[in-house]
């Protein structure tokens, strides 16, 4: 039976669509407690630690977790693995420390937005941070957005038989519609409920397959007969590992997970969220790896998959494991891991838009009716989500260009900016905004001219780079 075939029974259809049209009842539900711009953009910070757990961990993984590291480990084995160990701790390490730390100094500011607490910790009166990190965010995060409404509308065309033009619209619209009902409350339940959905893909799918192998012992035995590297974690080199740890540098710099700290109702409770959100992200890190290790003992060869696409993995697997019911669930769950990330990258961007640029700069100075400034955000996630789209279909060179960079400029730009600034008291905004556009550049460059070469992932010389330039910078300048 095709990848596909199972969705058209009618059982499995009415599920998947359950998956797609619920987050528009949350957003009709959260619509009762977005009053004003506090409300929209962070949730009035009254989001409890449950959802902030999971919400964090969900928005930050998307289909590179269910469909990436899937396919990684059926390609390379084991060694996959070293893509989401160094996440895991990193954002276990984010929770108890620059979580913490960012909510206690954002809340005392009144900070909506990452700029919002740079501008404030480092009384920045000429706006230097909020212009040179708008720019960023606004160009990455677009491009990275596109990017998500490109692959869910591709994941949803498939799986439904019908047209790419279609699909973009349909699953653009639904993102829009809750987030102007709800905005960041909205977006917040509707992560840790994709979260549960992905979990759910993610524990049952691996665990059902090892009993189809017939356990660990017949996994590995048959694994080590098709290539014993496929069963040593550090068959893929020192340098390859570091590659693929390095990967979590760019979680300190995401502003569309660390967002979800400022929100949280009492710093205090992020303790309980660090062991939700590690031990969801342990669980379905290693879920994704078994999946992959799993399919390749039972389809040796890529020929076996459709396209000869390693990320086809989970949708072959889950077609033939599961009756329609179970598939409808578990093709939702690549919807919402695609979903979970696009929206909150469209809040990121709506609100640099509204707060750091029209707000902030442009009406610096002027106070704005509360109920314009929610008005705005509203309008905005319309204009940028339609904006979106439109790259998404164009889907021209550049924005996957752009998107390439995006997860490491992100990560280069604000991620050595805002641990400095948490921790270190002799930076300066001088050196924050070197280091930002540092970060930036660096990763760019790199990519383009010396990741071959080196074989080493852009973003760990763009982060390091971005850290020397802020500590250079911040000693030659006077603390402001």
């Not at 961990?57 to 390609?75: C, I, K, N």
């Not at 007969?225 to 979590?248: C, E, M, Q, R």
């Not at 990258?345 to 509204?354: F, G, K, N």
Request: charged content about 10%.
């Amino acid at each position: 039976m095709p990848v596909y075939d199972k969705l058209s029974h009618p059982a499995a259809l009415i599920v998947f669509l359950i998956t797609l049209f619920l987050p528009v009842l949350i957003g009709f539900l959260a619509m009762k407690r977005t009053k004003n711009q506090s409300d929209f953009l962070l949730g009035g910070r009254t989001v409890n630690k449950f959802i902030v757990a999971l919400s964090a961990v969900s928005s930050g993984r998307s289909s590179w977790l269910v469909l990436g590291v899937s396919g990684m480990a059926y390609t390379l084995g084991a060694g996959a693995v070293w893509a989401v160990v160094g996440i895991s701790i990193v954002e276990m390490f984010q929770f108890l420390f620059i979580g913490k730390k960012l909510r206690t100094q954002s809340g005392e500011f009144g900070s909506l937005t990452l700029l919002d607490y740079f501008d404030s910790r480092f009384n920045d009166k000429h706006q230097i941070i909020r212009i040179t990190g708008s720019l960023i965010i606004v160009i990455f995060m677009t491009a990275y957005l596109s990017a998500q409404f490109n692959a869910g509308a591709r994941s949803l065309s498939a799986a439904l038989d019908i047209p790419f033009e279609a699909t973009l619209m349909f699953s653009g619209l639904i993102v829009m519609v809750y987030m102007v009902l709800g905005g960041y409350i909205a977006v917040s339940y509707n992560d840790a409920i994709r979260s549960m959905i992905m979990i759910f893909g993610l524990v049952i799918f691996p665990v059902y397959g090892l009993f189809k192998v017939g356990g660990f012992g017949s996994l590995f035995e048959i694994l080590n007969t098709l290539n014993p590297a496929f069963i040593d974690p550090f068959s893929l080199g020192a340098g390859v590992i570091i590659g693929y740890v390095g990967i979590s540098l760019g979680s300190p710099g995401q502003p569309h997970i660390v967002v979800r700290y400022m929100s949280i109702d009492d710093p205090e409770k992020l303790r309980s969220s660090t062991v939700i959100g590690t031990f969801w992200n342990v669980l379905m890190g290693w879920g994704a790896v078994f999946i992959g290790l799993i399919g390749r003992a039972l389809i040796n060869s890529e020929t076996g998959l459709p396209n000869q696409d390693p990320e086809m993995v989970y949708l072959v697997l889950s077609g033939q494991f599961f009756n329609p019911v179970l598939y409808g669930v578990l093709i939702g769950g690549i919807f919402a891991a695609i979903l979970s990330t696009a929206d909150s990258q469209l809040l990121v961007v709506a609100s640099t838009i509204v707060r750091d640029i029209y707000e902030k700069i442009i009406y610096k100075g002027i106070e704005v009716a509360e109920s314009r400034k929610l008005m705005m955000s509203r309008v905005t996630v319309i204009v940028t989500g339609i904006a979106a789209m439109g790259l998404a279909y164009t889907a021209t060179d550049l924005i996957f260009w752009l998107v390439l960079f995006a997860w490491g400029g992100l990560g280069a730009a604000f991620g050595a900016a805002l641990i400095f600034s948490l921790y270190w008291e002799g930076t300066t905004k001088y050196g924050v905004t070197a280091g930002m556009i540092t970060g930036a550049l660096v990763t760019i460059l790199w990519k383009q001219y010396l990741s071959v070469s080196t074989g080493l992932y852009e973003l760990i010389p763009g982060f390091l780079c971005s850290a020397i330039a802020i500590v250079v910078v911040s000693t030659q300048t006077d603390r402001m």
